[in-house]
Every structure is written in C-alpha cells, then in structure tokens.
C-alpha cells in the first residue's frame, strides 16, 4: 500500500540500556529503529520489558527536552521511530535491517547464540556489528557467516548524546563495509573513529588510566576527590577537549613528555609512568613536533602561525563555555 509505513533500516539487538541509547540516536536522527529482543518470553514479561523500554527511551527525551534540546511536543513522536519487537517477530526486523548492532550480554556465549540467530534472519547484504566493549572483533568475526561484513562498534555512554563511535576492524572486515558504516553513523551526526582490534579501543583504554590514576592519588593523600575534579574539568579536561591528545604532545614537545615522564618514573612508579620507545625513539631523532617540523604528525609546509592561532581560539572558546575568561582589566591595580 502506498501509504503503508517503511520497514525499519537499522535494528539494535538486545533490549537493554545500550539497544535503548542506540535507538534514541537514531530516532533523535529522524530514522525508524527496530528494538529487538531475542529471549522468549511470556506475553506477560514481554509486556513488562516493552514498557520498561518505551518509558526509558521517552525519560531520556523528557530530559533533553527540559534541557531546551528537542520540544516537548517532539518526544513521543521521536519515541514512536523505535519500534519494539518481540523475539517471535525478530526474524522479520532483521531481516529488514542494513545495518544491525548486537547488544547482548558480555559473554561469549550469549553473543555465540545472538549471532547464530543473525547469522539466519539478517539480509546477505547487511552490516554486522557488536557493540561488545570487552571481547575483541577477531574472536567474535568466527561467530558470523559473513566476517567480511563485520566489525565491533563501541559507543559511549549515553550513546543518544556523544557522537564518537568508535569503530574496530578485523583483518577480514571489507574496506567498502567500513567506508558504508562510517557514512551512515555520520549521517545520523556520529563522529567514527577507527581502531584496530585491540583491548579498550581508544577512549576506554585511556580513561581507565586516568580514573585509576585519580582515585590513587586520593588514596596516597595526594588530592582530595573535590580537588582532582576542578583540576581535570578545567585544566585536563578543558585542555583536551581543545587539542587532541597525540596533538597536545607536539604542540608542546615531543622532548616534555620524555622528560616529564623520565622524572615521574624515578620519583612515583617506574612501571607507570616509563616513556613508550616510541617517545624515546623520536626524541632521539629530533622529531619533536611542532617546533621541528615533524612529530606523530608532519608540519611540512603547514602554516604554523595559522595553526597557534587556530589552537588559542579552540582553547577561548572552551574557556567561555566554562564560564572562566575573563575581559582584561580596564584600570591598572594600586
């Protein structure tokens, strides 16, 4: 029938909070998102998870909305883009769905059996993803008929509101089903990052050494809890969200971390805090960034003036929305 809605494009598999924040993303995006769960259950717990899920999905809209993000008036009509289907329907939404996220529990025998049921239902074509944030894409790509399009994507919480995705390939993931993935998060405002299959993918692995390191120092006494997060909010954190972290070490100087770290290393913990050879390695060839030209990225014919300039007004612009610039002083002080 001409009027007869669309099937859903995109199906998240595994009905709890990773499925729901991945079917607000797109919903928020304007697309239609089939909710899968794959547990038989009785049309009694059916009821109940269904409308666990809806009224989360619409909680977490109301909270935007009160945040002047979306209107109140939009929420439900937002909310009604995901469509929540039972196990007994799931063959048919995935076998609608291009692209399809499995957000079982982390075991390697629940994502065994999720797979299998994928493996059946899902279109030839489609695009497999595991939203896994602890089991690496090379050992669940042997659990999917088609590995050539599978990867893991792992979002970051809440996933309806931070836009890097970041996504991990196995040596058999096609270069074509990568470059589709990256176009259709993008276009549902994601920002795709891409890593190999490594434990942590990028952000995790590198805020579990932050917040392990935080809560050592309160620990040893060195910092109260209060302290360390006014410290990271507005001086850490207000300084990475300006530059990158691997662009913070060249601006300053490959040679300051070497050195920062050789001096931390003697004094608090070897293990913790040595210089990768690689720091070494490119200190010793004079590759110390920005000043020299080249670093972990190359400056060569770059206009360098230009690009202080770009990375003081990312650093302002982080400072007004902190609140925390202040106008120069219009008098001069007794």
């Not at 809440?158 to 470059?179: K, N, R």
């Amino acid at each position: 029938m001409a009027n007869e809605t669309p099937a859903p494009r995109f199906a998240a598999v595994g009905a709890g909070r990773m499925g729901r924040g991945i079917a607000i993303a797109f919903a928020y995006a304007g697309h239609r998102i089939a909710l899968v769960d794959l547990r038989p259950r009785s049309d009694e717990a059916w009821q109940k998870l269904r409308a666990e899920a809806r009224a989360e999905i619409e909680a977490s809209l109301r909270g935007l909305a009160q945040l002047g993000v979306v209107e109140a008036a939009q929420v439900s009509a937002i909310a009604d883009r995901v469509e929540l289907v039972p196990a007994a329907d799931a063959p048919r939404a995935l076998g609608q769905a291009e692209l399809v996220f499995e957000g079982v529990p982390e075991t390697l025998e629940a994502k065994r059996e999720a797979f299998e049921q994928l493996n059946r239902h899902c279109r030839g074509d489609a695009i497999l993803t595991s939203t896994t944030s602890s089991i690496l894409v090379t050992q669940l790509a042997a659990l999917v008929k088609r590995p050539e399009r599978f990867l893991n994507m792992h979002w970051l919480n809440p996933a309806y509101v931070i836009p890097v995705v970041e996504l991990s390939c196995h040596p058999g993931t096609d270069a074509a089903v990568l470059a589709r993935t990256k176009h259709l998060m993008e276009q549902i405002g994601k920002l795709p990052v891409v890593c190999g299959a490594s434990p942590g993918y990028i952000v995790p692995r590198l805020q579990a050494l932050v917040m392990n390191e935080a809560a050592r120092m309160i620990e040893e006494g060195a910092a109260t809890a209060e302290e360390i997060d006014k410290a990271t909010r507005y001086g850490l954190g207000l300084r990475f969200a300006a530059l990158g972290v691997v662009e913070f070490i060249d601006f300053g100087g490959c040679d300051i971390l070497h050195h920062a770290s050789r001096e931390m290393s003697a004094s608090i913990d070897k293990g913790r805090y040595a210089a990768p050879a690689i720091v070494d390695r490119m200190v010793a060839e004079g590759r110390l960034g920005l000043k020299t030209g080249s670093g972990f990225y190359d400056y060569d014919g770059r206009d360098v003036a230009a690009y202080r300039r770009d990375v003081l007004a990312r650093t302002l612009g982080m400072l007004r929305h902190a609140g925390l610039w202040q106008p120069p002083a219009d008098k001069t002080q007794p």
